[in-house]
């Protein structure tokens, strides 16, 4: 069952050295893009796999990641009025020191990847269907897509003995310094996670030890 499967599921940082076959995260990876929903099925965004090939990139995105977080923040503390403290985001980029690391990015759509009827729609700019076309334009849809493919591939990675780190401790997407990773990432990333086999048994000690939990089920649903 899909709840039990999910029961199975925590936040992995530390991976083993034990390298999925690479057949495996494409099978899976395939079984998520036909499972997953898409706006008029357009999926307006891309995921770049960093795998054991490219330990280089995963490296320098990691580095770039842990350094600029925190410089980031500061460019924008004036508008928060809050104090931002310089720090390495070392721990919160661990994920991305896994096999496998997804990078999810914006793209540019063709046209040749949707039918006449459906493109014509979508220039005829009707609605929001402009920023479908508009390149590497990022929108509520995008991140809202991004989660869904998460989750449905979070749960076959579980399925497969597989463990998933999730990772949003990066700059900012106005930051100007993407442009040192931007061979890497081509485009904005939205999102990344990290993928592998793991010696962990349950979830990390600040949930084990109760100073991180979730708020009360109303406080979040309004039935």
């Known amino acids: 069952m899909l709840e039990e499967t999910l029961k199975k599921r925590w936040h992995e940082r530390y991976f083993n050295k034990t390298i999925p076959e690479k057949s495996l995260i494409q099978e ?29 990139d995963k490296k320098r995105f990691r580095d770039f ?3 600029h977080t925190s410089l980031s923040a500061k460019e924008h503390q004036d508008d928060h009025k809050s104090k931002v403290l310089q720090y390495n985001s070392g721990s ?37 269907y402009f920023t479908t076309v508009t390149p590497h334009f990022v929108s509520d849809t995008n991140l809202i897509e991004v989660g869904m ?43 990344s996670l990290g993928i592998g086999y793991s010696d962990s048994v349950g979830p990390s000690k600040p949930v084990l030890r109760g100073t991180e939990h979730r708020p009360p089920f109303e406080n979040v649903v309004k039935i």
């Open 149 to 191: 493919f998460s989750m449905i591939l979070t749960a076959l990675c579980i399925e497969n003995d597989l463990r998933i780190g999730y990772c949003l401790c990066m700059p900012g997407r106005k930051y100007k310094q993407w442009d040192q990773v931007s061979d890497i990432t081509k485009g904005k990333v939205l999102f």
């Open 65 to 67: 990641c842990a350094i």
């Open 92 to 128: 919160g980029t661990a994920a991305l020191d896994a096999p496998y690391v997804l990078l999810f990015t914006s793209r540019q759509i063709d046209s040749n990847e949707v039918s006449e009827e459906n493109w014509n729609r979508i220039v005829s700019g009707r609605g929001g």
């Open 28 to 56: 899976i990876l395939q079984k998520t893009f036909e499972l997953c929903p898409s706006k008029q099925l357009v999926f307006p965004y891309k995921i770049e796999v960093l795998g054991p090939d490219r330990e280089r």
